[in-house]
Protein backbone atom coordinates (compact mmCIF):
# COMPACT_ATOMS: atom_id res chain seq x y z
CA UNK A 1 0.00 0.00 0.00
CA UNK A 2 2.65 2.50 0.79
CA UNK A 3 4.58 1.71 -2.64
CA UNK A 4 1.35 2.65 -4.46
CA UNK A 5 1.19 5.58 -2.54
CA UNK A 6 4.79 6.27 -3.54
CA UNK A 7 4.50 5.80 -7.44
CA UNK A 8 0.95 7.82 -7.72
CA UNK A 9 2.06 11.25 -8.68
CA UNK A 10 -0.93 12.59 -7.84
CA UNK A 11 -0.40 11.92 -4.30
CA UNK A 12 1.76 14.12 -2.32
CA UNK A 13 2.96 13.28 1.00
CA UNK A 14 2.65 15.65 4.12
CA UNK A 15 5.01 13.93 6.70
CA UNK A 16 4.92 15.06 10.30
CA UNK A 17 1.60 16.55 9.80
CA UNK A 18 -1.73 16.14 11.32
CA UNK A 19 -5.41 17.96 10.75
CA UNK A 20 -5.84 19.56 14.08
CA UNK A 21 -9.09 21.61 12.66
CA UNK A 22 -11.55 21.37 9.54
CA UNK A 23 -12.57 24.42 8.35
CA UNK A 24 -15.32 25.76 5.47
CA UNK A 25 -19.02 27.34 5.55
CA UNK A 26 -21.17 24.64 5.29
CA UNK A 27 -18.70 22.37 3.12
CA UNK A 28 -15.10 21.43 3.68
CA UNK A 29 -12.76 24.50 2.15
CA UNK A 30 -9.73 23.30 4.06
CA UNK A 31 -7.61 22.19 6.59
CA UNK A 32 -5.32 23.42 9.59
CA UNK A 33 -2.30 21.57 9.47
CA UNK A 34 0.28 21.42 12.44
CA UNK A 35 3.36 19.58 11.67
CA UNK A 36 4.64 17.99 15.14
CA UNK A 37 8.10 18.36 14.20
CA UNK A 38 8.47 22.42 14.01
CA UNK A 39 5.43 22.75 15.98
CA UNK A 40 3.76 25.01 13.03
CA UNK A 41 0.40 25.38 11.53
CA UNK A 42 -0.44 25.82 7.93
CA UNK A 43 -3.42 26.16 6.00
CA UNK A 44 -4.05 23.82 3.40
CA UNK A 45 -7.01 24.28 0.95
CA UNK A 46 -9.15 21.00 -0.22
CA UNK A 47 -12.58 20.04 -1.31
CA UNK A 48 -13.20 16.62 -0.09
CA UNK A 49 -11.71 14.73 3.29
CA UNK A 50 -11.51 11.34 4.07
CA UNK A 51 -9.96 9.87 7.34
CA UNK A 52 -8.77 6.53 7.86
CA UNK A 53 -8.07 4.85 10.77
CA UNK A 54 -4.95 2.29 10.71
CA UNK A 55 -4.70 -0.96 10.51
CA UNK A 56 -4.05 -2.69 13.56
CA UNK A 57 -7.32 -4.42 15.09
CA UNK A 58 -7.83 -3.75 18.93
CA UNK A 59 -7.24 -7.17 20.33
CA UNK A 60 -4.51 -6.83 22.94
CA UNK A 61 -6.38 -7.77 25.66
CA UNK A 62 -6.56 -11.43 23.94
CA UNK A 63 -3.30 -12.50 23.35
CA UNK A 64 -2.50 -13.98 26.36
CA UNK A 65 -5.64 -15.99 25.69
CA UNK A 66 -6.41 -16.22 22.13
CA UNK A 67 -4.10 -17.19 19.30
CA UNK A 68 -3.48 -14.06 16.97
CA UNK A 69 -1.95 -14.00 13.96
CA UNK A 70 1.29 -11.29 13.44
CA UNK A 71 -0.65 -7.93 12.71
CA UNK A 72 -2.91 -8.85 15.51
CA UNK A 73 -6.52 -10.80 14.19
CA UNK A 74 -7.98 -13.41 16.11
CA UNK A 75 -7.80 -16.49 14.69
CA UNK A 76 -10.50 -18.52 13.36
CA UNK A 77 -10.94 -22.24 11.98
CA UNK A 78 -11.91 -21.73 8.53
CA UNK A 79 -15.40 -21.24 7.72
CA UNK A 80 -16.78 -20.90 11.50
CA UNK A 81 -15.65 -17.95 14.19
CA UNK A 82 -14.37 -20.82 16.48
CA UNK A 83 -11.31 -19.82 18.13
CA UNK A 84 -8.89 -21.66 19.73
CA UNK A 85 -10.54 -21.41 22.96
CA UNK A 86 -13.91 -24.12 22.65
CA UNK A 87 -16.91 -21.42 23.07
CA UNK A 88 -15.26 -18.24 22.29
CA UNK A 89 -16.10 -17.22 19.28
CA UNK A 90 -14.51 -13.81 17.51
CA UNK A 91 -16.32 -12.12 14.09
CA UNK A 92 -16.03 -9.33 12.67
CA UNK A 93 -12.99 -6.68 11.99
CA UNK A 94 -10.98 -8.31 14.88
CA UNK A 95 -10.86 -11.29 12.72
CA UNK A 96 -11.19 -10.37 9.34
CA UNK A 97 -8.22 -9.02 7.53
CA UNK A 98 -9.20 -9.09 3.93
CA UNK A 99 -12.73 -7.43 3.81
CA UNK A 100 -13.18 -5.78 6.81
CA UNK A 101 -16.94 -4.34 5.88
CA UNK A 102 -19.96 -3.61 7.56
CA UNK A 103 -21.60 -5.91 5.95
CA UNK A 104 -18.98 -8.84 6.05
CA UNK A 105 -18.88 -7.61 9.96
CA UNK A 106 -22.82 -8.41 10.07
CA UNK A 107 -22.40 -12.01 8.50
CA UNK A 108 -19.55 -13.43 10.85
CA UNK A 109 -21.32 -11.44 13.78
CA UNK A 110 -24.61 -13.55 12.99
CA UNK A 111 -22.39 -16.66 12.42
CA UNK A 112 -21.11 -16.15 15.46
CA UNK A 113 -24.24 -16.06 17.51
CA UNK A 114 -25.29 -19.32 15.74
CA UNK A 115 -22.29 -21.20 16.54
CA UNK A 116 -22.76 -19.59 20.10
CA UNK A 117 -26.53 -20.62 20.34
CA UNK A 118 -25.51 -23.94 19.32
CA UNK A 119 -22.46 -24.21 21.82
CA UNK A 120 -24.78 -23.37 24.52
CA UNK A 121 -27.51 -26.20 23.90
CA UNK A 122 -25.45 -28.63 23.14
CA UNK A 123 -23.37 -28.28 26.51
CA UNK A 124 -26.61 -27.41 28.26
CA UNK A 125 -25.74 -24.24 29.33
CA UNK A 126 -29.31 -22.38 28.57
C1 LIG B 1 -13.61 5.60 7.94
C2 LIG B 1 -14.32 4.28 7.74
C3 LIG B 1 -15.22 4.13 6.70
C4 LIG B 1 -15.87 2.91 6.51
N1 LIG B 1 -16.75 2.80 5.47
C5 LIG B 1 -17.43 1.66 5.28
C6 LIG B 1 -18.39 1.54 4.25
O1 LIG B 1 -18.63 2.48 3.49
N2 LIG B 1 -19.04 0.37 4.12
C7 LIG B 1 -18.82 -0.70 4.94
O2 LIG B 1 -19.47 -1.74 4.78
N3 LIG B 1 -17.92 -0.62 5.93
C8 LIG B 1 -17.21 0.53 6.13
N4 LIG B 1 -16.28 0.63 7.14
C9 LIG B 1 -15.96 -0.57 7.92
C10 LIG B 1 -16.98 -0.86 9.02
O3 LIG B 1 -17.16 0.31 9.80
C11 LIG B 1 -16.44 -2.01 9.87
O4 LIG B 1 -16.15 -3.12 9.05
C12 LIG B 1 -17.42 -2.46 10.94
O5 LIG B 1 -17.79 -1.37 11.76
C13 LIG B 1 -16.82 -3.58 11.78
O6 LIG B 1 -17.75 -3.95 12.77
P1 LIG B 1 -17.28 -4.66 14.10
O7 LIG B 1 -18.53 -4.85 14.90
O8 LIG B 1 -16.45 -5.85 13.77
O9 LIG B 1 -16.30 -3.63 14.81
P2 LIG B 1 -16.58 -2.14 15.33
O10 LIG B 1 -17.71 -1.50 14.58
O11 LIG B 1 -15.24 -1.47 15.30
O12 LIG B 1 -17.06 -2.37 16.84
C14 LIG B 1 -16.17 -2.73 17.84
C15 LIG B 1 -16.73 -2.16 19.15
O13 LIG B 1 -15.97 -2.66 20.24
C16 LIG B 1 -15.71 -1.60 21.13
N5 LIG B 1 -14.51 -1.95 21.90
C17 LIG B 1 -13.22 -1.95 21.51
N6 LIG B 1 -12.41 -2.33 22.52
C18 LIG B 1 -13.22 -2.61 23.57
C19 LIG B 1 -13.00 -3.05 24.90
N7 LIG B 1 -11.76 -3.31 25.37
N8 LIG B 1 -14.06 -3.21 25.71
C20 LIG B 1 -15.32 -2.97 25.27
N9 LIG B 1 -15.59 -2.55 24.02
C21 LIG B 1 -14.56 -2.37 23.18
C22 LIG B 1 -15.53 -0.38 20.24
O14 LIG B 1 -15.73 0.81 20.96
C23 LIG B 1 -16.62 -0.63 19.20
O15 LIG B 1 -17.86 -0.11 19.61
C24 LIG B 1 -15.62 1.83 7.36
C25 LIG B 1 -14.73 1.98 8.43
C26 LIG B 1 -14.08 3.19 8.60
C27 LIG B 1 -13.12 3.34 9.77
Not at 21 to 36: A, I, P
Request: charged share 25%; net charge neutral; aromatic share 8%.
Amino acid sequence: MQKRVFDNKNIEILWNSEVVDVLGNNKVESVEVLNNLKNTKSKLKISGLFIAIGHKPNTDIFKDYLDLDENGYILTKPGTTQTNIKGIFATGDAQDKIYRQAVTAAGTGCMGALEAEKFLSENNLT
